[in-house]
């Protein structure tokens, strides 16, 4: 499966923003999605995961109350909902998908996109 994250831009603290990863390829195949991001100089870490079903989320302590995870797979699409955005979330936002339909780590990434939050 092939991935694609969109979505990012520059944006103020406070603000929202809606990042999209879409899938294509083997999209008949169910497997669980994760975000991730990665700011500069730092590793990347892990940001919400979300179960083929949907019936299962899980999220970082640093977004949990601000961001939302959710998957639509009639479009093959999961979104991350961002509210009230902090310059500390600046970062390239990765969706990645995992073996199965229960979350247990990335095994394919798609390209990243910019996330800016000015303070």
């Known amino acids: 499966v092939q991935l694609q994250a969109s979505g990012g831009g520059l944006v103020q603290a406070g603000d929202s923003l809606r990042l999209s990863c879409a899938a294509s390829?083997?999209?008949?195949?169910?497997?669980?999605t994760g975000w991730f991001r990665q700011a500069p100089g730092k590793e990347r870490e892990f940001v919400a995961s979300i179960s083929w079903s949907g019936g299962t989320t899980n999220y970082a302590d640093s977004v949990k109350g601000r961001f939302t995870i959710s998957r639509d797979n009639a479009k093959n699409t999961v979104d991350l909902q961002m509210n009230s955005l902090k310059p500390e979330d600046t970062a390239v936002y990765y969706c990645?998908?995992?073996?199965?339909?229960?979350?247990?780590?990335?095994?394919?990434w798609g390209q990243g996109t910019q996330v800016t939050v000015s303070s």
């Open positions: 990645a998908a995992s073996y199965g339909s229960v979350w247990y780590g990335p095994a394919h």
């Open positions: 390829g083997r999209t008949g195949s169910r497997y669980a």
